[in-house]
């Protein structure tokens, strides 16, 4: 099932109920570039025939929460701009882990933590910290001091 909601075109209305974006939105967000439909764009005016995949989905509810955080517009199509050229992907949204830290969105991989917005291509240092590990091998130390 999952496969075929993932191959899946959305319309407006479908859209607007799954991420809460209006269709206003949806439409401004396309004219600005921020994010088009990637099955069928509409056409200009009323009752156009926008369709969305589920990846769009996905980047909308994404980039809907970054707006709720306070990344503007303009920032999100800066941060879509440096993400489609630095990771060669189409929908940046719904491809990469990001995070807000501030007023910065980053990119957060298993490898590396880097800045989108602020100073692009900045690496924060990233400490992985194993705690299922730690807490195994004290477990296991604790266990052969009793012994």
């Excluded at 809907?64 to 199509?77: M, N």
Aim: proline share 3%; with cysteine.
């Amino acid at each position: 099932m999952e496969g075929g909601i993932r191959r899946a075109a959305f319309g407006s209305t479908e859209v607007e109920r799954l991420t809460g974006v209006s269709r206003i939105t949806l439409h401004v967000w396309e004219r600005s570039g921020l994010l088009r439909p990637s099955i069928e764009s509409g056409g200009r005016g009323t009752g156009n025939r926008r369709k969305y995949s589920f990846s769009d989905l996905v980047a909308l509810r994404v980039i809907r929460r970054l707006r709720a955080e306070g990344i503007s517009v303009k920032a999100l199509k800066k941060v879509a701009k440096h993400l489609r050229e630095r990771e060669g992907v189409e929908n940046p949204f719904s491809g990469r882990m990001l995070a807000v830290s501030g007023k910065d969105v980053v990119m957060v991989s298993p490898e590396e933590v880097v800045s989108v917005l602020k100073k692009p291509g900045q690496h924060y240092l990233l400490l992985k910290l194993d705690l299922c590990g730690e807490a195994k091998r004290l477990c296991d130390e604790l266990g052969s001091a009793a012994a």
